[in-house]
């Protein structure tokens, strides 16, 4: 392939350039700068992916690349209606709500439910202001593995994010639910949301993040979501990403998992012109459990990538990744999952399905295992498949009286529902069953015939 | 009042080119029972097939009148709406489908093509309970997604359990005793027996006289090659089995 001379707005040097004037305005602990200078110096010599890039093959940044940069260091707050929360997903969910525009906290639309003063649930930015030391551990150190470039990017230009502290067995019954609005109006608008949750040995809790957008010109969310969970802890992880067509979504989420706990990772993706989730989880500990599940629905050009890398480094640790795709129009899937087993990571049970719904001929996806097992003692499975709707199946709905068009939204529905039912805590998960209901209604395709494939 | 159900008219038809049945006639009235028999691969399942309009199978000739009206036209669901059943001889399984939901789905969309009032989830579960008993079904199935996981025995007796709620004019069970145990098939032949009256009728396809024995047919039919190559009445079908299908040799063209 020919090379393509790069546009000078995606050259490193570019954001070097916005990097080194932000970091003149930073009030930053010298810890931090330095974390920071670190974290743009690797962006800087990975520079954007390209297709050649292994991790890349399938997901062209392209049209990322011809927007410009421009990190919103400060939030216009006042824009913001707070009557626009009301319309926004999970709405009515109890617990606490972070709202975040633009990747910077917005206190007044936000609602910190009373909890212990022990528990600790509040904007990242703020805990960086009156204890810095408390994040120094998590914030300043070198390239974690399989750091992302945008990861990168974003460890050198964050500035706030959901921050969850819970000490030793603490339970919160209520979720906490973060927003994140991509409000700013100007193309290229860029937010680095960045979130910490701390959830020590024996503690519980729900964790909702939510991505959506105002703006409608083209603008880029690249998230970064540290999960810590201690030993016996148990943590849900809901993240909708239900961003603006024009938006593009980059995110990691890494998780850390110590002895017996028990992580439930969901990451549902509806919107953004192109989305990417890297899911890195950890299983350092033993004896360790952890759901990885996900649903993507796209349509039109859309592009929902997930690259996801489980790293068994502890005997007896279990992991079940379930992800399913909808797709419609042109739109492509993406689906890469690593497993690695560790020498000594004995008796390790993984396990990954990835199932895909295509409702158009021109949809495509690519789904690919990639397995390291280094154990000998392990149970490792994992399937793909790529298919129409069950012919067999439409017609059998149909032979009990129910129509083509209610029976195809049956059956896609169930394929959602799927992944949506194991999401354990009630309210959220038919609050997400009613959105995703609701988006699936949007789709083009659903209530249309398709031609039987045999 | 004593018109037919179901007509069948020198129906043929098959898949692409191929050509399964060839020259099918048969007439069912309300309040009867016919057994159609015939060896595998005769076209007993293509038949039903056509009736209840699966996809992939071409008429290639010949007529099926159902209360008077020309069947082929309709799409399946209408069929089914207009109480054409099709017992499946290998029901569907249908992942993340809740058989509740699915039931009460199916039975509201008949009674709205009826002008009747939809059920609630109340009223549903009322109508289903005894039907439920009738054939001997655990009440957790129907909480469980339509017919998976259900052993060979429970699918064949929850789609006799659908026809109880949906209570069709006509319906066709194809090979719903395969796969029962002789405890399930009594029961599945109460079932059905319960639910036959003078206004419906049931067409029942097997392989084998011992279901016969239970849901006792008025007309039995030989279905070979296509072509129904015998027809007669319930001692036909012990014929059948002492003798097998061989002693009945497909008759001449010309004889027709
Ligand atoms: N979709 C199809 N494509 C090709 N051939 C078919 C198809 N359906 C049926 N046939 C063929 O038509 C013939 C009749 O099949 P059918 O299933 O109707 O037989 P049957 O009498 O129900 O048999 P069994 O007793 O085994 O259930 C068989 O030779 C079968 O292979
Ligand atoms: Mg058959």
Redesign the pocket.
């Known amino acids: 392939m020919a090379a393509h001379p790069t546009p000078a707005v995606n050259e490193p040097g570019a954001y070097v350039e916005k990097f080194d004037r932000f970091q003149k305005s930073a009030h930053d602990p010298s810890w931090l700068h330095a974390a920071r200078q670190a974290a743009m110096g690797r962006f800087a010599a990975r520079g954007f992916p390209t297709l050649q890039d292994e991790d890349w093959r399938f997901t062209s940044l392209a049209p990322l690349a011809k927007l410009p940069f421009r990190p919103v260091l400060k939030a216009n707050l006042g824009t913001l209606a707070s009557d626009t929360l009301s319309t926004l997903p999970f709405a009515g969910l109890q617990g606490s709500c972070l709202v975040f525009v633009d990747g910077h906290f917005a206190p007044t639309l936000s609602t910190i439910a009373a909890s212990g003063d022990a528990i600790r649930i509040g904007s990242l930015a703020q805990v960086l202001n009156t204890s810095p030391a408390l994040l120094e551990p998590r914030l300043s150190p070198s390239a974690p593995d399989g750091e992302t470039p945008f990861a990168a990017l974003n460890a050198a230009f964050f500035q706030d994010g959901a921050f969850v502290h819970l000490p030793p067995q603490h339970v919160l019954p209520e979720p906490v639910h973060a927003v994140f609005i991509s409000a700013a109006a100007s193309a290229g608008s860029t937010a680095h949301p960045r979130n910490l949750i701390l959830a020590e040995a024996g503690s519980r809790m729900t964790f909702v993040e939510t991505h959506v957008s105002l703006a409608g010109a083209g603008h880029l969310t690249n998230a970064v979501t540290e999960l810590a969970v201690g030993d016996g802890a148990q943590v849900e992880h809901v993240k909708f990403q239900d961003q603006g067509r024009q938006a593009f979504h980059l995110a990691t989420l890494r998780s850390t998992l110590g002895r017996d706990s028990r992580l439930r990772v969901h990451s549902i993706a509806t919107g953004a012109r192109l989305s990417r989730n890297n899911i890195d989880t950890r299983l350092a500990g033993p004896g360790l459990e952890c759901l990885l599940n996900g649903l993507y629905l796209t349509r039109g050009e859309q592009l929902a990538d997930h690259h996801m890398t489980v790293d068994h480094a502890e005997p007896r640790g279990a992991s079940h990744e379930y992800f399913n795709g909808i797709l419609a129009d042109r739109s492509k899937g993406v689906f890469h999952g690593r497993i690695l087993v560790r020498p000594g990571a004995q008796q390790t049970d993984a396990k990954q399905t990835n199932k895909n719904l295509l409702l158009s001929d021109e949809a495509t996806v690519n789904t690919k295992p990639q397995l390291e097992i280094y154990a000998d003692d392990v149970r490792c499975t994992h399937g793909a498949t790529v298919g129409q709707l069950n012919a067999e199946s439409i017609f059998y709905c149909r032979a009990r009286g129910i129509g083509l068009e209610t029976a195809r939204h049956m059956l896609i529905h169930a394929f959602a529902g799927e992944i949506i039912g194991r999401i354990l805590h009630a309210g959220v998960r038919e609050e997400l069953d009613r959105l995703i209901w609701q988006r699936l209604e949007q789709h083009p395709l659903v209530g249309q015939p398709h031609a039987p494939h045999? | 009042m004593n018109s037919p159900i179901l007509e069948i008219l020198n129906l043929s038809a098959?898949?692409?080119d191929?050509q399964?049945l060839k020259g099918i006639d048969l007439t069912i009235r309300p309040g009867e029972v016919h057994a159609i028999m015939?060896?595998?691969?005769?076209?007993?399942?293509?038949?039903?097939?056509v009736l209840a309009g699966r996809d992939?199978?071409t008429v290639q000739g010949g007529q099926v009148r159902y209360l008077g009206r020309d069947l082929l036209e309709f799409a399946p669901e209408e069929r089914a709406r207009e109480g054409l059943f099709l017992a499946f001889?290998y029901p569907v399984e249908i992942p993340g489908v809740n058989s509740t939901y699915f039931l009460k789905a199916a039975c509201n969309e008949l009674r709205k093509h009826k002008g009747q009032p939809e059920l609630d989830a109340m009223e549903f579960l009322e109508l289903v309970k005894d039907k439920m008993k009738l054939l001997h079904l655990p009440e957790d199935l129907l909480k469980r997604p339509v017919n998976e996981g259900f052993s060979g025995g429970e699918k064949k007796r929850n789609e006799i359990f659908q026809m109880a709620v949906l209570e069709p004019r006509l319906a066709v069970l194809?090979?719903t005793d395969s796969g029962l145990d002789i405890d399930a098939l009594k029961v599945v032949a109460n079932g059905v027996n319960k639910l036959k009256h003078a206004q419906n009728a049931q067409l029942v396809?097997t392989?084998y006289q011992r279901l016969l024995n239970y849901i006792v047919p008025d007309f039995v039919h030989v279905?070979r090659d296509?072509r129904i190559v015998k027809s007669g009445g319930k001692e036909l079908a012990l014929e059948l089995e002492e003798k097998g299908y061989d002693w009945i040799t497909r008759p001449e063209p010309a004889a027709l």
Not at chain 2, 38 to 49: C, H, R, Y
């Open positions: 045999p | 098959g898949v692409g191929k399964i015939g060896p595998n691969g005769s076209g007993k399942s293509t038949l039903a097939a992939g199978y001889q194809d090979e396809i392989h279905l296509g």
